[in-house]
């Protein structure tokens, strides 16, 4: 369903596991910044009410995940830690069309929070089947669904809004520039790195 063309280095399971408090501190800030684009969604195209309706939903729902992954961080003794850059959200970012047009800067920003929530949605799978630690097994298990749900519905938007834009293909350039991304990444104790 994902389509993803190169999978995550299964190492990188190892690497989350010997800091998980980098982990959750890296995911509750991946879920604040997700919350964060489904809001800039709305208010760079609010004359979508279906979109509207959707990125409002989506929004809260982010925002509850990163209260889910606080509320790890607290049980387990840890503390919050400061916002981390993403350096794969920023790679992805450097590919979206810019200044070719509206309906165009619509369908890849579209894209763009599908790849990512693909991606998050296949790293979460990772921890489901392979970290040691059983309640975080079932927890990214969890996440994972709702990761999957949001990629539909970004990429169904991308459908839906498409004018003049062949969807697939484009969709097709964004799979083949994030897979030759991928070998600069699963080497940090973080959701993306």
Same mark, same amino acid.
């Given at each position: ?9 299964? &190492?990188?399971? %190892? @690497? /989350? ?12 800030? #991946? !879920? ?69 047009? &509206?309906?165009? %800067? @619509? /369908? ?12 998050? #949605? !296949? ?71």
């Amino acid at each position: 369903m994902l389509g993803l063309k190169l999978p995550s280095d299964p &190492r990188w399971v %190892a @690497l /989350v596991q010997s800091n998980i408090s980098e982990v959750l501190t890296d995911h509750a800030w #991946c !879920e604040q910044k997700a919350a964060s684009n489904a809001i800039s969604l709305i208010v760079s195209y609010p004359e979508y009410p279906d979109l509207v309706q959707e990125m409002l939903r989506i929004s809260k729902e982010e925002l509850s995940h990163f209260e889910l992954v606080h509320d790890k961080i607290k049980l387990r003794g840890f503390t919050l830690g400061r916002e981390r850059k993403d350096e794969y959200v920023n790679d992805l970012y450097s590919f979206m069309k810019k200044g070719q047009g &509206r309906s165009i %800067a @619509l /369908v890849d920003r579209l894209l763009f929070a599908a790849m990512i929530e693909a991606r998050s #949605c !296949e790293r979460f799978k990772l921890l489901s089947e392979k970290i040691d630690d059983v309640e975080l097994r079932e927890f990214y298990r969890e996440l994972m669904i709702s990761e999957a749900g949001h990629y539909t519905v970004f990429i169904g938007f991308a459908r839906k809004y498409a004018t003049g834009i062949d969807v697939e293909h484009r969709w097709q350039e964004w799979l083949d520039y994030e897979s030759s991304l991928m070998n600069k990444y699963s080497r940090k104790e973080t959701i993306h790195g």
